[in-house]
């Protein structure tokens, strides 16, 4: 079964400084990796989907790079903004379901 | 953009009782799923679903749980006699293909306190 793992589990870092949360996976014969962004006590709110055939993925500040062969994803977020604070889900195809990793709280301070 | 809806956003239910939480598909998708995530924990897979039957459930869907798509547009998951632990956020989703193409489109959830 596909383990999905993310580091840090908690950042925080000032407005306008540029992150990188992480996400891995053991298994890397993925079609697909999704990243989420949930606000506490609310849903997932897709962000970004990068093919098993995409190196790259970009949606505004934010880039997620993936390496199947390392079985490795990043999302990288330019200049931090107060609205950006959420936690982080990476989430890999696993047969007929999705796994995802515990996730990155991230705060961003004013 | 289409939404996948949920309903109620709360619900609060002695133990014992049963309960129905609601959702609306986004109307092409084929392919409807529930999650939950106990507060603190990860999301967890409950169940799949395809051409009106289940194609995977996890080892937490046991016998107290049962979906169904009674219409062209609902998908409801039951839980016939709920317990402390059955507290969660409850998460509809849904793809057009499956996983494997166009990801998921979550709802937004249903926040299930059994007291």
């Known amino acids: 079964k596909q383990e999905v793992t993310q580091i840090p589990a908690a950042l925080s870092v000032p407005e306008g400084e540029n992150l990188v949360l992480n996400c891995s996976f053991t298994d890397s014969a993925i079609y697909n990796l999704q990243w989420f962004r949930q606000d506490p006590g609310k849903g997932l709110t897709s962000l970004l989907l990068i093919q098993s055939s995409q190196r790259e993925q970009t949606s505004g500040r934010l880039n997620a790079s993936l390496d199947k062969s390392s079985g490795r994803s990043t999302l990288y977020i330019a200049a931090s903004q107060p609205g950006d604070s959420a936690t982080y889900l990476c989430a890999v195809p696993d047969y007929n379901d999705m796994r995802f990793g515990a996730g990155t709280r991230l705060t961003v301070k004013p | 953009e289409p939404e996948v809806t949920q309903t109620p956003s709360h619900q609060v239910t002695q133990m014992g009782q049963e309960v129905i939480l609601r959702c609306v598909p986004i109307s092409n998708h084929l392919y409807f799923y529930w999650y939950r995530q106990i507060l603190g924990q990860k999301v967890e897979f409950l169940v799949s679903f395809y051409n009106n039957e289940i194609s995977e459930k996890s080892e937490i869907f046991d016998d107290q749980f049962s979906v169904e798509r009674p219409d062209g547009s609902n998908f409801t998951l039951k839980i016939r006699s709920t317990k402390l632990e059955d507290s969660a956020m409850y998460f509809c989703?849904?793809?057009?293909?499956?996983?494997?193409?166009?990801?998921?489109?979550f709802g937004s959830g249903t926040r299930l306190t059994v007291v």
């Open positions: 989703a849904s793809s057009v293909t499956g996983p494997t193409d166009y990801g998921y489109t």
